[in-house]
């Protein structure tokens, strides 16, 4: 025995160095557990120097621990802050993204503001109204000899449609100016819900069981003293499409949404450029004054029939507030660089066709925002990294599948508790508010005018489960569409005059087309 007694004392020696060593590696990792803790503002007292018995533990694993029953419950609040606050970066780019684009058209269509923010009164009335007051205007300059009371001229408005005093310049002007600002407006408005969908559905509010998985998957490594060991990529999938289950709903109304966005973008290109329809209006508008003037005789003709004989002036009074030579000329050419533009200089050609990249790249946002989440380093090891990650219990490979994206899918998340027959209300309203946008881009891309009436009073409410917090709604819109061969029932309701409020929004977007009138007469 006694040629054994020295390698067995140093075995011993060993034995007992490394159990030493391990002692002294464990207090160390406390410490800087301890260390990071304080780093977060909160109370060192919490933090114990040396491994504790970990019976107190309700979500980390038990055992020899770093962690207090004072840490663990505020890691968990910690936890749910971090989940937040990564959700909430990756979702403020894109909103940033939808805000910044509509701030463009904005101030690109200024003129047109009130329509297409609230055009709530239908703009092929407003075009008829146009042509009544012009051909108001235009029967008292060619008779300039009479006079003419409101009530008579009221009568000569009633003749625009049966005289076709100005041609067929109406009617085609009507359908390519309706088709050409219904689209404008109506891809705006596109942007603005887009930006308020992702506004409230980033604020997420995480629910116990997804809040006891977050602790698990950041926190309860560092209770093991694994300070630097990152959670495994599938792990945090798991997690992430567990805990934003109801916002993976959103992706096929969303994606649906981001098509019909693109198909009225390429109208807005084409056929449907509200620059291109702009550019020859004050020629169009010409011709239809000399029309007008070639026809005067027949038509004041008609009209005397019609609405009786006119009182003459006085003679010497004469009233001409326009000379007659000006229906002989023509307007000065509205050259491309006369054009509307941003503030930045950026015209519609070049607007549209940045809004379509950032369009295309906004496809399977709610889909990929798990995969997004994780990708953050703060949040997860890199997914080739598959043997030295955290996966809830250790430094070890991951070994579940990762379940798909959406409620339906979350009923065998091994990482997450999701009931799946409770849909978050505040989700569903959002995607009824994309469905409803996505059937007034198809509209506006098939030339039919659509009417906006803001709702939003009566849509506030209050998101649950893993929803937003946000307390508001989105707002919601009643949805009519015309095409040009016929009237909605709203109209024929109302096809006794004008809407209320009609004169006013007649202004408005006619504001431009006076601009483009008010040219020097040659």
């Known amino acids: 025995m006694a040629r054994f007694g020295l390698p067995a004392l140093l075995c011993t020696l060993a034995v007992l160095s490394a159990a030493l060593l391990a002692a002294e590696l464990k207090s160390k990792s ?16 919490d933090a114990p120097l040396h491994e504790i018995n970990g019976d107190h533990l309700k979500i980390c694993p038990q055992g020899s621990t770093c962690c207090s029953q004072e840490m663990e419950e505020k890691y968990s609040l910690q936890s749910k802050d971090d989940f ?13 993204v939808f805000a910044s684009r509509y701030k463009k058209f904005d101030d690109l269509f200024v003129e047109l503001k009130r329509y297409y923010v609230v055009g ?76 308020d969908v992702v506004s409230k559905v980033s604020v997420v509010n995480p629910t116990a069981q997804c809040t006891h998985a977050l602790l698990k998957m ?23 499409r567990g805990c934003l289950a109801n916002q993976g709903d959103l992706d096929f109304e969303w994606n649906n949404f981001i098509d019909a966005m693109l198909m ?100 399977k946002f709610w889909s990929s925002l798990p995969s997004n989440v994780c990708n953050d380093e703060r949040m ?16 070890s490979r991951y070994l579940f599948a990762v379940t798909g994206n959406g409620l339906a899918n979350q009923g065998n998340n091994p990482e997450v508790q999701v009931d799946t027959s409770k849909p978050d209300i505040l989700i569903l309203r959002q995607i009824m508010a994309l469905r409803v946008m996505t059937s007034k881009m198809k509209n506006a891309y098939n030339g039919n005018d659509v009417d906006f009436f803001d709702i ?49 929004y007649l202004l408005t977007v006619f504001c431009i087309l006076f601009l483009v009138m008010q040219r020097e007469w040659r």
């Not at 108001?136 to 009221?154: C, I, P």
């Not at 950041?218 to 992430?240: A, D, E, F, Q, W």
């Open 30 to 45: 406390c410490s800087e557990v301890r260390r990071l803790y304080v780093s977060k503002g909160f109370n060192k007292n």
């Open 84 to 96: 937040k606050s990564v959700v909430s970066e990756q979702c403020n780019h894109l909103q940033a």
């Open 120 to 195: 709530n009164v239908n703009l092929e009335e407003m075009l008829n109204d146009f042509w009544a007051r012009l051909l108001e205007r235009m029967f008292r300059l060619v008779n300039s000899q009479y006079h003419f009371t409101d009530e008579y001229l009221e009568c000569v408005s009633k003749y625009t449609e049966q005289l076709k005093p100005f041609g067929d310049v109406p009617r085609k002007l009507k359908l390519q100016v309706t088709r050409a600002f219904v689209a404008a407006r109506t891809f705006a408005q596109g942007l603005a819900v887009a930006g």
């Open 218 to 240: 950041i926190y309860c490594s560092h209770c093991r003293g694994l300070v630097t060991v990152k959670p495994c990529y599938n792990y945090c999938s798991n997690i992430m």
């Open 264 to 363: 009225v973008a390429e109208r807005l290109e084409g056929p449907f450029n509200i620059e291109s329809v702009m550019d020859p209006i004050d020629v169009k508008i010409s011709d239809a004054i000399m029309n007008m003037q070639d026809n005067s005789v027949q038509v004041s003709q008609k009209v005397f029939q019609g609405c009786g004989p006119p009182k003459p002036l006085p003679a010497g009074r004469i009233s001409r507030s326009i000379s007659e030579s000006a229906f002989s000329a023509r307007f000065r050419p509205h050259h491309p660089e006369e054009r509307p533009t941003t503030a930045a200089g950026t015209s519609l050609d070049r607007l549209v066709t940045d809004v379509k990249e950032k369009l295309k790249q906004a496809k």
């Open 380 to 395: 997860a090891a890199g997914n080739g990294n598959e043997d030295d990650c955290w996966n809830g219990k250790g430094k």
């Open 456 to 504: 939003s009073d009566e849509s506030s409410g209050e998101g649950s489960g893993s929803g937003c917090e946000y307390q508001q709604c989105p707002s919601e819109f009643d949805y009519n569409a015309t095409d040009h061969a016929g009237k909605s029932a709203n109209e024929k309701a109302d096809s006794a005059g004008v809407r209320p409020g009609a004169q006013a």
